[in-house]
């Protein structure tokens, strides 16, 4: 194997030099560039987004978001999460250490860099901290969905003691009540711009858009009231509860999409077809040619 | 690839690797058996007057015997398909591999025919000129000879083109009558008054419409296909908007309406951004989907990123008594993309 | 058995005879069984995409049975769950019908969709090929036309087709080719609307129109040319590389009966088992998903097949450049990217023999092929070229860069703006001078070795072989023997 491995690295190339150097300029310039360009979160592309200017006066206290969660509407279900007082003690905890930094001992968030958490409710703590979006490393970053930091008893207590500060109930959803296809057309008016018609994701212009394949109903339900980050949220009269089951369950349908044809190829549409038919079939048809023909050095 | 596609794929995976490596197999036996005596050519140099001409008959059983496996492999192939179509309701892999082991067995029997099989033969053949001087001289001069004796040549050439071109003309004019007139370009189903409804046919109240949210409106009572038809209607909070002057009222309670078709290339805008924390991230912009061009709704539909040529139109909103939505008048430039003679917006 | 063997060959001389009464063509038949095929692998490359272009007749014929092209609204009350009760046009509701209720129906579809993109990419390759080897000379530049148009024609044949099914992706497409008619200038509004039938989405009109165009004209416009472009093959025999004993004049290779023909029919046989594998295996444009199109519903990541890709990268890439004067928009945007970036790279592939001709003031017949390395600067120019149009294809799926590496997607668009001009002049020196280098040292690019054989003779030492058995001569660079320069050797 050592042989091998020295053989390889010493090997003489075959690679014309003029080659060889060109190839080096464009690989360092690709490897520059996508080191130095990092993803502009927070950026604007030619107007700045600014602080939301007041009228006249000093910046109210706390630093209010600039949206805030829709609650559910009146008798729609609500999901209750557990809350005692040794809950919050243990949230109280586990909020100085983690989440003070940004928003504000109490709460109360920190102008330019994060908002207050005063009066959002259980459902948006519940959504940041379960998809591993919160804590964030940058305050400019994009929150994206990844392993979360605390685990489920821990954001119990975080939920519980934020809470505390007031907010509308979480919503929640149950798939099984809704209809696929209503809940298709709904997901196509408000959803497919963004996420893509099989929730496979996407992007606009900076930020990323996620796919929605590990979200569960409840967080799916979260979402959609409030409106994580960029995205907008939507209350009971656009959305309705029937509505908001019916695109939670069509988003857990888009789990296993209906792949009539074969392989779904990831169910994001022409770009893979493409290659498929150019490395999968037009490459077995040129192998099948030189099969049938010569080469132009073979013997004749 | 989820779930649901491990089992029929692995099945047909593993069916299609078993018929993979059984013809892989079968063309490297045939491959070793025969032998194809080769002329003793070598790397000429070309011009140096070698002979590539040959004929080799192979009188090859085993390779013989390998098409004739193929070609039973491609009636089992065959076979299977009708007994897949009319057995199995047609699943389309099972359906698909079928026909397609037949074809590619079939090919396969062919080309180790073609190959192996039948006289393997290098031939020469020339040419043959393409330009015969005397032919084409020949050809030129009775063609001219047509019009021996003709004394008004030019009178007649003349004569002739006038009436080609015409009748070339008269035969392109019917297409004329294939299109409408370009006035429908300038229309939209949107006047003062319409009222604006979901896509339920359900209208729009004032106070329904959130900040931070985003909804599509349809004319009521109007083709809802109409190109001009769809709007986005958004709400935004007073330190978002700055309209120019002559919009000031165009926008009631901070509702603000907009051509949904963008001024690009015609796609549907149905990406809505709207910060949860504006200090962070960016500010309230709708893009479209197709070439991600950004309008900035605070600003009357303000370009700030992508290759659209104008800004997105908008429409003049107004409350009814009722606090419905209504349209306080028509769009003031044209929507969708731009052409010729579009009316864009004047300030 | 001699007895099977000779009844087979009575019946047949029989049949032959009882033919000839008839028609007689026993001397073109000869003629045709004894036409020489060179035998290079690279010359089948046309063939794949003829066979394509069969199994889409044969599948098309099929689709066609079920097709409905009418866009009356209807209510969806069929056996797919995720449509029930959705409003959609009756063209869609057919296509629907036909993937998931008709049996075999799907998989004809696909094999038809997959035939398409295949046959695109093997124009393209053939193309490639085409041109990195000189075949496009005179005699053969007017064929060289016509394979451009035929080009033209199967990407306009492509977008028609997944068009027709009026499924959300290609309702999209559709809104933009709409757009780029109306961006012709001084025209455009007039020939959009004389082609919908009035402001996008059109009248119904457009529907059969638009069906007629794909299953017959431009089908009869290809089938036309195709047969144009074989017949003129068959006139001037095909080119070859050179080799032993091949020359200007005369064609060496295999007769067409028995070995190629039987290798013919092989690749037909092959190229179509291969797409109805891809069919039957691979899913393509499962418009169930999609859903219906209406001009108020989008979808982010909406992309076109792959052979308009170019066009959206070119779309994405323009800056937001419209040339207003005195109130009329002379050129709207969508022109730059979508009509005018085409009918570039279309002029210049057309242009090109011209062009050629001037440069290596050379206008003589060519029937031998050039090695590309031969002719490091057309090589390098027709790779330069080559790779400004793959990167604004490229360009294209930066979304789906974005979110898979999370590159901005408004710093990509900024910086390819600049790229997509440094690639080419990258490319062009890159490759002159891997020709270059490549012609002085003989060896295949892939396949030989720049070393030496050395043997351990019985004593011990080493001795090195002059030769290393794969070394391939260095190339010829004065004309073919038999051939005077400046002068037509006929």
Redesign the interface.
């Known amino acids: 194997m050592r042989r091998v491995f020295l053989r390889w690295l010493t090997h003489r190339s075959r690679i014309p030099p003029a080659l060889r150097l060109s190839l080096a300029v464009v690989l360092a310039t690709m490897a520059i560039v996508g080191i130095a360009a990092e993803p502009s979160r927070g950026q604007s592309d030619g107007s700045s987004a600014g602080a939301p200017p007041t009228a006249g006066g000093p910046l109210p206290e706390p630093d209010s978001p600039t949206k805030t969660p829709e609650p559910q509407g009146p008798g729609n279900p609500t999901k209750s999460f557990p809350d005692s007082p040794a809950l919050r003690a243990q949230g109280f905890t586990l909020y100085q250490s983690s989440c003070s930094s940004c928003h504000g001992i109490a709460l109360q968030g920190t102008p330019g860099t994060a908002p207050s958490l005063r009066g959002v409710g259980a459902g948006p703590v519940d959504f940041y901290l379960s998809t591993g979006r919160m804590p964030l490393e940058q305050p400019r970053e994009e929150p994206l969905r990844g392993s979360p930091a605390f685990t489920r008893p821990q954001i119990d207590a975080l939920i519980a003691y934020i809470g505390s500060f007031g907010g509308p109930a979480a919503p929640t959803a149950n798939p099984a009540d809704g209809n696929l296809a209503l809940g298709f057309r709904a997901f196509t008016l408000n959803c497919a711009g963004c996420h893509q018609i099989a929730a496979r994701g996407g992007i606009t212009v900076n930020a990323q858009i996620p796919d929605l394949q590990e979200a569960t109903a409840q967080q799916i339900a979260e979402a959609v009231r409030m409106g994580p980050y960029l995205m907008p949220h939507f209350d009971s009269n656009l959305i309705d509860q029937h509505e908001l089951d019916s695109i939670a369950r069509y988003v857990l349908w888009t789990r296993h999409p209906y792949n009539a044809g074969g392989w779904g190829i990831y169910n994001i549409g022409p770009i893979p077809e493409g290659m498929v038919a150019w490395f999968i079939g037009l490459a077995a048809l040129v192998i099948v040619a030189r099969l049938i023909g010569e080469r132009m050095d073979e013997p004749v | 690839m989820s779930a649901d596609d491990d089992k029929p794929i692995s099945r047909l995976a593993r069916l299609l690797g078993v018929l993979v490596a059984a013809r892989t197999a079968a063309r490297a036996a045939a491959n070793r058996g025969h032998s194809v005596p080769r002329d003793a050519g070598g790397t000429e140099h070309p011009g140096s007057g070698i002979d590539p001409s040959k004929r080799v008959v192979p009188s090859d059983r085993r390779a013989e015997g390998l098409v004739a496996l193929l070609l039973v492999f491609a009636a089992v192939f065959a076979f299977a398909f009708t007994v897949i179509y009319v057995v199995l309701s047609g699943d389309t892999q099972l359906l698909g591999v079928a026909v397609g082991g037949a074809l590619l067995s079939l090919a396969a029997a062919c080309i180790v025919a073609g190959k192996f099989v039948v006289p393997q033969e290098t031939a020469i053949e020339d040419r043959g000129r393409l330009l015969d001087e005397e032919q084409t001289g020949e050809a030129v001069e009775m063609i001219e000879a047509g019009g021996e004796g003709i004394s008004r040549r030019a009178m007649l050439v003349g004569a002739g083109g006038v009436a080609g071109a015409a009748l070339l003309t008269a035969a392109a004019t019917p297409l004329a009558s294939l299109g409408p007139t370009l006035k429908s370009l300038h229309e939209t189903p949107w006047a003062r008054g319409v009222r604006l409804v979901d896509d339920q046919g359900r209208p729009y109240l004032a106070d329904e419409i959130q900040i931070g949210s985003f909804y599509t409106a349809l004319p009521e009572n109007k083709d809802p296909e109409s190109f001009g038809a769809g709007l986005l209607v958004v709400r935004l909070p007073a330190e978002f908007i700055h309209l120019p002057a002559p919009r000031r009222d165009w926008a009631p309670y901070g509702i603000l309406a907009y051509s949904k078709i963008c001024p690009h290339a015609g796609c549907a805008i149905s990406l809505y951004r709207y910060p949860t924390y504006a200090p962070t991230s960016e500010q309230p912009a709708f893009t479209c989907p197709c070439h991600y061009s950004t309008f900035l709704p605070g600003e009357g539909g303000r370009l700030v990123f992508g290759p659209a040529g104008r800004a997105l139109p908008q429409l003049p909103l107004m409350i009814d008594s009722g606090g419905y939505l209504r349209a306080a008048a028509g769009f003031h430039e044209d929507i969708g993309p731009s052409w010729w003679g579009v009316h864009r917006a004047q300030s | 058995m001699n007895l099977v063997e000779r009844y087979v060959h009575r019946r047949f001389e029989r049949a032959s005879r009882s033919a000839e009464q008839r028609v007689g063509l026993a001397a073109g038949i000869k003629w045709a069984m004894?036409?020489?095929f060179p035998?290079?692998?690279?010359?089948?490359?046309g063939e794949?995409a003829l066979y394509s272009f069969m199994v889409l007749v044969g599948t098309g014929i099929f689709l066609t049975l079920y097709y409905i092209p009418s866009d009356s609204?209807v209510v969806y009350h069929g056996s797919?769950?995720?449509?029930?009760?959705?409003q959609m046009s009756e063209a869609y509701r057919s296509v629907l019908n036909l993937?998931?209720n008709v049996?075999?129906g799907?998989?004809f579809r696909?094999?038809h969709h997959?035939a398409a993109?295949?046959f695109i990419?093997?124009i393209v390759?053939h193309l490639i090929r085409v041109f990195f080897t000189g075949a496009y000379r005179k005699?053969r530049d007017l064929n060289y036309f016509i394979g451009l148009t035929m080009l033209m024609l199967a990407i306009l044949e492509g977008f028609a087709g997944y068009s027709l099914v009026d499924d959300?992706?290609s309702g999209?497409g559709l809104?933009?080719a709409?757009?780029?008619a109306?961006?012709i200038?001084?025209?455009?509004?007039?020939l959009?609307?004389?082609i919908w039938?009035?402001?996008?989405?059109g009248n119904s009109t457009f529907w059969p129109r638009l069906e007629i165009v794909h299953v017959l004209l431009i089908p009869a416009a290809l089938a036309g040319l195709i047969t144009i472009h074989l017949a003129m093959i068959m006139?001037?025999?095909h080119s070859q590389?050179?080799?032993?004993?091949?020359?200007?004049?005369?064609?060496?290779?295999?007769?067409m009966w028995?070995?190629?023909?039987?290798?013919s029919?092989?690749?037909?046989?092959?190229?179509?088992?291969?797409?109805?594998?891809?069919?039957?295996?691979?899913?393509?444009?499962?418009i169930?998903?999609?859903?219906p199109y209406?001009?108020?519903?989008?979808?982010?990541?909406?992309?076109?097949?792959?052979y308009i890709?170019w066009l959206?990268g070119a779309?994405?890439?323009?800056?937001?450049?419209?040339l207003?004067i005195a109130?009329?928009?002379?050129i709207?945007?969508?022109f730059w990217?979508?009509a005018a970036f085409p009918l570039f790279v279309f002029v210049v592939m057309f242009a090109w023999p011209a062009i050629e001709r001037r440069f290596t003031r050379d206008a003589r017949?060519h029937?031998l092929l050039d090695?590309p390395r031969d002719r490091p600067v057309r090589t390098a120019v027709g790779a330069a070229f080559l790779s400004w149009v793959v990167v604004v294809f490229a360009v294209g799926?930066t979304?789906?860069i974005?979110?898979r590496?999370?590159?901005?997607?408004?710093?990509?668009i900024h910086?390819w703006r600049v790229g997509i001009w440094v690639?080419p002049i990258?490319v062009f020196?890159?490759t002159r001078?891997?020709c270059r280098?490549?012609q002085r040292s003989g060896?295949?690019p892939l396949r030989a070795?720049?070393?030496n054989v050395v043997r351990r003779r019985a004593d011990g030492a080493i001795e090195v072989l002059d030769d290393s058995p794969d070394r391939?001569?260095p190339p010829?660079t004065e004309p073919?023997?038999?051939t005077v320069p400046g002068q037509?050797p006929?």
Do not use: C, K
């Open positions: 004894r036409y020489v035998d290079h692998w690279s010359f089948l490359l794949i609204q797919y769950p995720l449509l029930q009760g959705t993937s998931l049996p075999a799907l998989l696909q094999v997959w993109d295949v990419a093997s390759l005699p959300l992706l999209m809104a933009i709409y757009s780029v109306m961006s200038p001084l025209i455009g509004g007039q959009a609307t004389l039938g009035g402001p996008f989405p006139r001037q025999h590389f050179p080799g032993p004993g091949r020359r200007e004049r005369n064609v060496v290779g295999t007769p028995p070995a190629y023909a039987l290798r029919i092989g690749l037909m046989l092959a190229v179509a088992g291969l797409l109805f594998l891809l069919g039957g295996l691979i899913q393509i444009n499962p169930w998903q999609w859903g209406h001009p108020y519903l989008s979808e982010n990541g909406a992309q076109p097949d792959w890709g959206i779309l994405r890439l323009m800056p937001n450049w419209e207003v109130g009329r928009t002379v709207p945007n969508p990217g979508g017949r029937d090695r799926s979304d789906r974005f979110y590496l999370g590159v901005s997607y408004t710093e990509q910086v690639i990258v020196f890159a001078s891997a280098s490549l060896a295949h070795w720049q070393g391939v001569e010829m073919p023997v038999g037509d006929r």
